[in-house]
Structure formats: structure tokens, C-alpha cells
């Protein structure tokens, strides 16, 4: 079994920064690609930024240099540093991961999400 648990969310205000942690744990042989995606109500759920096990990263358009997602792997932990926040951030923000489990399965896993609020 595999989990991702997510930490780092909360209420900041416009122009501010946060930085969002992403952990993977359990039966798990190789994660190839970690990555942070966003939602809001009504919308689907969109990509923010990824990150592949050779570090690798690509950025959707309206993140790029504001967003910087990094990579621990020997801790199986991807972080996402956001700074010049705008109330249009404001989303549930979800971790990703495609791996390789150690039953040599090939799985894409999700979080639970975090809340990122941001407001005056």
C-alpha cells in the first residue's frame, strides 16, 4: 500500500509564500515522477508543476517564476515553494506520484489535498 500524505497549506496573503510538502511511504520500488496539481470548485483538476527522478521539471504557464517544486528522493518528498501569491492560487492543492511499487506495479497515486487560501 502506498500513501501520500501532503502538509504545508494554509491561509496567506497576496504576495506571500508558502511551501507545500508531498511524502511517500509504504510498499514502494521506484517513484518516476512527482508532481503538485490544483483544483477549485467546478473546475477540473490541473497541473502546477512536476518533477521526474532525473529532476527534470516542467511548469504550467501561470506558475512559472513564481513556483519551484524540488525533490528529495532518497526521502520519497517533493516540495513546492510558491511566492508572489494571488488570490487566484486559491485551490485544494494535491501531490501526485507515478511509481513503481515494490510488487513491481505500476501505479499513479494522489493525496488528500491541502487547502491554499490566499486573501487579505
Do not use: H
Not at 26 to 40: A, E, K, L, P
Amino acid at each position: 500500500q502506498v500513501q501520500l500524505v501532503e502538509s504545508g497549506g494554509g491561509l496567506v496573503q497576496p504576495g506571500g509564500s508558502l511551501r507545500l510538502s508531498c511524502a511517500a511511504s509504504g510498499s514502494i520500488f521506484n517513484i518516476y515522477v512527482m508532481g503538485w496539481y490544483r483544483q477549485v470548485p467546478g473546475k477540473q483538476r490541473e497541473l502546477v508543476a512536476r518533477i521526474t527522478s532525473s529532476g527534470s521539471t516542467n511548469y504550467a504557464d501561470y506558475v512559472k517564476g513564481r513556483v519551484t517544486i524540488s525533490r528529495a528522493n532518497t526521502k520519497n518528498t517533493v516540495y513546492l515553494q510558491m511566492n508572489s501569491l494571488k488570490p487566484e492560487d486559491t485551490a485544494v492543492y494535491y501531490c501526485n506520484a507515478g511509481l513503481v511499487t515494490a510488487q513491481l506495479a505500476d501505479g499513479d497515486y494522489w493525496g488528500q489535498g491541502t487547502q491554499v487560501t490566499v486573501s487579505s
